[in-house]
């Protein structure tokens, strides 16, 4: 897709591949593009992703890495208030975005 040049995204649908029910999106634009330019920097430019309802901007939670010497990453679904996301989903997702984006 023309937009993952510029930002990343991945999109999770039903087991039937019809319905599409959560987009993680990386977190920023200006970020996403200093990392095609200039790389991780070391771990200063993070790809951490926020989980969005489909066809909509409405954040259901955030996926981070955090600055630390071994790996850390939080899953944070205190957004999705109705439980929208299914939580062993949102635990499958975490680990694609972690190896899916070769860390």
Excluded at 26 to 31: A, C, R, T
Excluded at 55 to 70: H, I, Q
């Amino acid at each position: 897709m023309l937009t993952d040049i510029f930002r990343k995204a991945w999109k999770v649908y039903d087991a039937a591949g019809e319905k599409l029910i959560l987009l993680a999106r990386e977190d920023s634009i200006i970020k996403s593009m200093l990392r095609r330019l200039m790389g991780p920097m070391l771990g200063l430019l993070r790809t951490n992703f926020v989980l969005l309802q489909p066809n909509s901007e409405v954040v259901l939670g955030e996926f981070n890495r955090k600055l630390t010497l071994m790996d850390k990453y939080v899953l944070d679904l205190s957004a999705d208030t109705n439980r929208e996301v299914d939580r062993r989903l949102a635990v499958a997702l975490a680990i694609l975005l972690d190896t899916g984006e070769r860390r």
